[in-house]
C-alpha cells in the first residue's frame, strides 16, 4: 500500500480518537433524593422563618417523598441535560449557567394543573459528582413560597445555584 493512501486512514484515525475520548467522558447516572426539609421563603428568595409552621401545615403529603433525576453532563463541553420525576410526572430541566455546580430548573407559569402550587423543580450536583439535591419551590401566599429539599436548607439568596424564579 502507498504511503498516500495510509494517509487518509491516519487523519481519519487522528481525529476519531480526540471525539472519542471527549464522548467517554460524559457522566450519566440517575440520583434519586427524599425531600426532606421544608422551610419558608419571601419572594427574593429569603428566608421567612415566621412561616416555617405554615408550610409544614399545608405540604405535609410532600414530605418523604422521592425526587428521582435522570442527567448526562459532559465537563468537557458542557453539554448537558436532566429531568426530574416527581409523583408520577416528567419535569425536563433547563440548565443553569452556574459557577461551581450544574444546576438544571423547570419554572413553571402558569403551574400544572395537578399540582397548582407547583413553581419549580430544581437540581443539582457538585462538579465533582458527588452531592447531589432536589428541591420543589411551591407557592404558600402571595409574599411566600415554600422550598422542599433533599438537603439541608438554605434560603434561595444564599444559595446562587438554585435561582428562584421572578414573579410577574
Known sequence: MSMSMRKPWLLAAALWLP??????????????????????????????????????????????????????????????RAESYFEAHRYPLSALGLANVYAFAAYFK??????????????????????????LLLNLDPQTNCVLSSAPFEPLDAAPALPAPEKP
Open 110 to 135: 402558569p403551574s400544572p394543573a395537578y399540582l397548582p402550587m407547583l413553581l419549580s423543580v430544581q437540581f443539582r450536583i457538585s462538579t465533582q459528582f458527588d452531592h447531589a439535591a432536589s428541591r
Open 19 to 80: 471525539l472519542a475520548s471527549a464522548h467517554a467522558e460524559v457522566r450519566q447516572s440517575t440520583v434519586v433524593e427524599r425531600l426532606m426539609t421544608i422551610h419558608a421563603v419571601n419572594q427574593a428568595g429569603g428566608a421567612e422563618p415566621g412561616k416555617d409552621a405554615a408550610c409544614h401545615m399545608t405540604f405535609p403529603q410532600f414530605i418523604g417523598l422521592p425526587v428521582r433525576t435522570d442527567y448526562a453532563i459532559d465537563p468537557q463541553t458542557l453539554v448537558m
